[in-house]
């Protein structure tokens, strides 16, 4: 983090924001040529490596994507459904080798089959139709999953919320105060669906006590996770639950402008939560004055291009400030120095869209929902592995089995664990499904981890040392490279499993542990912290499988 | 309970806000890390400074790094628990895994931070467990620049490099390339060193902890025996400098992080143009003209010759017919020493030095106006404003640490307001850019007070109780003529107006100004308007408030400070007052006259005319630096006899009849004044190249020939005599001036000043005074015949003269002067980027390379006057201030036309 460069990009700020000039000017040739990046540079006032350091960064605007045309996803849950081989011979069909990358994770996981192609995301069976997407012929594809509730009056998965019910929430919020909501908001209990579970209200409360000319509401929209798609669902079928639980944010906070970051891979949700503000200022519910009152609150949109790390709160902010997405030392937090330096909360898509809900029943209400310590209700992602695939409400605390065996209706085919909260999650193996509930606790006390709760089946017949591999392989693909655990540790991980999976020698268990060990306590961030976790729980729950791939004193 | 921890069980008092390293760091506790570095903010990349951290004695423990993670207070921290032995040990095993195995048996665990760390966390290459994988080896080493150099293979990704030219230079020519492990240190767009924007300035080779990033000299890697400190010969900023040497040769310049002046930071002249001091074209023996030609001579020689000719003068001219200038570039000793040769020897006061040339009418401003030539804050202040107003100075070339640190305060949000004809570096960060037409500095200083008066934006408490004429002076300044002035300056009175308000209304208000502000014929004016724009709005006598000249070179302010002034002795004490005129007397135990001597102007003139017979020249090479150097020519032809001081053999040497070879800065030892009146310890790095001998020696041999007794050179002693007659030096000793130096006026004890007028001026209340604005003469006289205004300014890889840089590396950067011109000037007159273009003023004319530049508004261009091919001075004028006799340098009405290629010809 440079605190010059976040200065320089705050004197144009969001207005003309440089992150979205690099991605606005890659579109077309698939990345900035380096005029462009000089250019920008020189406008911004920055160093000219500069532009070209931080283009480098991101999957969609790097130099290797020039002339890239479609994406195929990578990400977990398409990798264990064995779809994507298939695909990519029929894609080959199509397209030049170099015109053909990688997307990790479009939100298709229900199905899969999942590529991009033309800013649209196709999956399932819509490959079949591939020369008719190419010839513009076919354009209304659009997947389709259960959403399914447990509840009588669903928090996050009833009627949409429309403009008119967004207006009359403003008023019942302008009439009930800041401080009042602010206390309803404690009141519930709701804690972070981001994975961190951190309970909201401090947040914004400690933001709302910090004076400052300037505060921001940051919508965490990188939904990065392979296997998660409930925030997807959210910003396309809820957008206006997400722009109001940001707007009383603002309002509780002091906070007058609202970035919706929203990872590129998701571009209908760009489009549908860039619409849903236009409905919004169409009727004065955007800008000065809001419904007369004296509030001011202004939505922008930024799309991200390829990171998952964006999806790290400080690295999200940085990316937003035009700067390297590299994670940031805390303290300071975001709600002391955020977005250009400034107070900033960052909240998730699905925390932000449960507000609508608390505003309207009540603090105590939302607390009735869940258990004690995690209240509320959650929305948890099923794969294409289940009967039932699909996004669905439950309250917090039911038991897991519910979740698997009613709700998803079980397998249709043999699984042997399944992987919970992302990559960075832990690997639940099916005889321990039963002894948990779906709540922070249960499952941290169980040894894994809730995280944003969405769930990758890995079949029987999927070698649990490809999916470490995977896994690995994934971490050193995503690091940030700021942090040497992280950065060459996850990579001399990958390379310790292939080698054992190419017979080159098996795994060095006591080295294993002491590079696990490290990257958990010594790493900057989660990412690099977490990876370890779901390591741990195949080594202990699949030993019989592993231990042909560990070296035997 | 407050501010209290346990480091490793044991009971410690902390500060509010540190970091767990800080502390550990005063506790002496020895902590691994790798990306830390002195002064650059905490990062947190490396993790091997990674401490437990428990809430309660017994209680869990939390890994975190001690770099960044602010002490908790009664937290109990475990800085060497066996689990974070481990994890340093694992961490520094990863980082072996990517590190070239020749080059780490090959590394010394003193300079090199990986053999260094290895040691500390106990592992060695033999002892990583990891097999071979990936690495970052095998890169194309950079040795495209003339000092920069690259060689990736040993990086390991800690981003000092990159931090240091982002928080330390502001310059972002480092980037990381990539992410996760394929994340690499690309310099420029990845094009190396020489292609980039890099300016040399040396932070990034001295913040890398490997070598991947160093230059030519290998600086923080060379096998130097000794290292001394000292002070930086280029400019007025005083950096200090770490001299390393070898078997008594300079090797490498690096700068020590306990700088006050500079904390680690240099430009390219400091860190690395030093190869000039030992270069062949060292004058090596003293030489004495004859037939035309120089033989050499033995000192005796040269010094009784000396004598003869300047008693023969004296006898049948009077001493006033023998003038003497000094050199800003010589210590404090070596000047003082020099005005009391031509006062207490040879018996005149036509004592002066370069500062006539450069800042005379800051001296002479600020002394009308507040009663001190001399900055009244420091730079440390940029840290403590909330405006800077930069007027006619291009710091980040020409005092480029402190413009380094005015540039890091704009980019973070400091109001900046330049007024400066060209856009300079700065002007592209600042708020508001008043890109005036050269000479009309009175025009728009009247208008910014104008408006602050307009505006009721005064602090009439300050003028009341500090200051006088505020009635008279703001009569006159509404008496002006907005609209007219508006027009003169070329800058719209509504930006005009803004900045104004901006000034007026910052809390603290901080002015700098440099040679567009002094070298002007309004020069003295402009200064007083300076000082009475900061005594209006009572921006005076606090922390980041003030009127800093930033003095070009290295000691203006310490020649001055010694009485290098042909009309105030050492201490500013004015010796036509009888009182003072004894004082002087006894101190020196000889007579000493007590009319004004001559200012350099004068003194040519006086040569022209023939009243003047022999001159004295240390260490300055007035025909090519100073103005009309045709006249200049003539007038030292005229002369009976000159005596040079040099390093080398100048334009101005080869006019000699005696040269005295000198010695560097680098030989020798004495006292700098860097530009915030900081007296700094210079310390002789070598002996004198042999055949030399430092300039304050030869002064006091000729003392000696010439029947004076003063004692051989030595700092101390020098010091011991100055103290006792320059007031403000009172309680200075070579010992307390210490490493960082001290600010003057220094009392008894030892007590410095980092602020001056705090309480009240030293003339008691600040003097207000108006100056309508006058067209400068030159364009007066010329502008119709020659509708160009050229202005001069400064590189920042040469000084002046160029007579040290142009023998350094710095040529291959920088190799030749060119003239800056807009592109309608260049269209209008058929002429192309790269163009020779033929130049000619009312005096002369100049063939020079046109760079095409929006720097330079159409009707102006710019140029430098580094390199004799071009002699530039041949074009400017005799126009000189009018009241402190500065020549007017940044004013020159030429005409231009695409040339055929002559270089030089002289008119009339
Ligand atoms: C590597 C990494 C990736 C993350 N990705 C996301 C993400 O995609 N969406 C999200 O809301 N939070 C993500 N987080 C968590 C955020 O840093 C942060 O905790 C969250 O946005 C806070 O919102 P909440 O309190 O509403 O959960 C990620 C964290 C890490 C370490
Ligand atoms: S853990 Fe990985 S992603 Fe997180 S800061 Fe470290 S390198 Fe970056
Ligand atoms: S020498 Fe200075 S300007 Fe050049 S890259 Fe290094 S730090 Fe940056
Ligand atoms: S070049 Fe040196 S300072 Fe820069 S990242 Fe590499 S090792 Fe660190
Ligand atoms: S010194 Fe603390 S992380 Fe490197």
Known sequence: MSENLRALSNRKGLDKNLFEQLVDRSKGEGTPSNEVLKSLAHEYLMGEAITYGVSSFYDFLKEEHRGVKVHVCNGSACLLAGTQDSLKEKLVDNFEENQISHMCCLGRCHENSAFNYGAKNYSGKDIDQLSGIIDSKVNSLKDSYTVGSQLDQPVLTGNPMSAEDFVQAFKQLNSKGADQVLSELKASNIRGRGGAGFPMGFKIESCKNIEADQKYIVCNADEGDPGAYSDRYLLEHQPMLVLFGMMTSGFIAGANKGVLYIRGEYPEAIEIVTNAIKELEAI???????????????????????????????????????QRPEVRVRPPYPTQEGLFGKPTIVNNVETLA???????????????????????TKLICLDSFFINPGVYEVEMGIPFKEVIYEIGGGFKQAVKAVHVGGPLGGIVPISEIENLNLDFESFQNGGFLLGHAGIVSIPERFPMIDYLEHLFQFTADESCGKCYPCRIGSVRGREMITNSKNGDSKIDKELLDDLLETMEVGSLCALGGGLPLGVRNALQYFKDELNQHIKQE | MENTVYINDQHVEFTSGETILSLLRRQKIGIPTLCDAPNIKPFG????????????????????????????????VYTHSDRIKKLRKNIVELVLTDYPKERFAADSPKKNSIAWITQEVGIGMADVRYESGETHFNNKPDDSHPYMRANMDACINCYRCIRACDEVQGEMVLTMEGRGFDSKVVIGQNEGFSESECVSCGACSQACPTGAITDVFNSKFNDATEKTRTICTYCGVGCNLKVATKNNEVISITAPYDAEVNGGHTCLKGRYAFKFYNHPERLRSPLIKKDGEFVEASWDEAYDLIATKLSEIKESHGANAIAGISSSRCTNEENYLMQKFMR??????????????????????????????????????IN?????????????????????????????????????????????????HLQLRPGTNVALLNMMLYYIIEEGLMDLEFIGSRTEGFDDFQNQILAINIDAMESVTGVKKSLVRDAAIAYASASNAMSFHGLGVTEHSQGTFTVQLIANLAMITGNIGRKGVGVNPLRGQNNVQGAADMGVQPHQGAGYLDFTNPEIHDLYQNYYGVDLPNDVGLKIPEMFDAALDGKLKAMWIMGEDVAQTDPNITKLRKSINNLDFLVVQELFMTETAELADVILPGASFLEKSGTFTNGERRVQRVNRAVP??????????????MMNRMGYSQPDYAPDTMLEEISQIVPFFKGITWENLAINGKQWPVAEGGVDTKIIHTEEFKIGKGQFAHFDWRESEELETNASEFPYIITTNRDLEHYNCGAMTRRTGNVDIVTEDVLLINIEDAQSNGIADGDMICVTSARGKVDIKAKISDAVKPGVMSTTFHFPEIMVNLLTSDVHDSEAKCPEYKVVAAKIRKSKGEVREVVG
């Open chain 2, 384 to 432: 403590h404003t909330n405006c800077m107003l930069v007027i006619g100075a291009n710091p980040t070339s020409a005092h480029p640490v402190t413009g380094a640190k005015m540039k890091q305060a704009a980019m973070k949000g400091t109001t900046l307001i330049v007024v400066d004809p060209r856009e300079t570096v700065l002007a592209r960060y600042a708020n508001y």
């Open chain 1, 284 to 322: 004065g519910m955007h800008g000065a004055n809001i419904v007369g009152t004296d509030f001011e609150f202004k939505f922008k949109v930024i799309e991200g291009a390829g990171a998952y790390v964006c999806g790290e709160e400080t690295a999200l902010l940085s990316s937003v400030e035009g």
């Open chain 2, 344 to 381: 207490a020897v040879v018996g005149t006061n036509n004592i002066d030095g370069c500062a006539r040339v450069c800042h005379s009418p800051t001296a002479l401003g600020m002394q009308r106006a507040f009663g001190t030539g001399a900055a009244t804050n420091s730079v440390e202040d």
């Open chain 2, 45 to 76: 990349s490396c993790r091997v400074c990674s401490v437990d951290v428990a809430l309660e004695k017994d209680g869990p423990s939390k890994v975190q790094a001690s770099c960044h993670t602010p002490v908790t207070s009664g937290s109990y």
């Open chain 1, 354 to 376: 449960s507000i609508p809900w608390i505003l309207k029943n009540g603090g105590s209400a939302y607390a009735s929902l869940g258990t004690d310590k995690s209240t509320g």
């Open chain 2, 688 to 701: 004198p190249i042999e055949g030399t001998k430092p300039d304050g020696q030869i002064v006091i041999d």
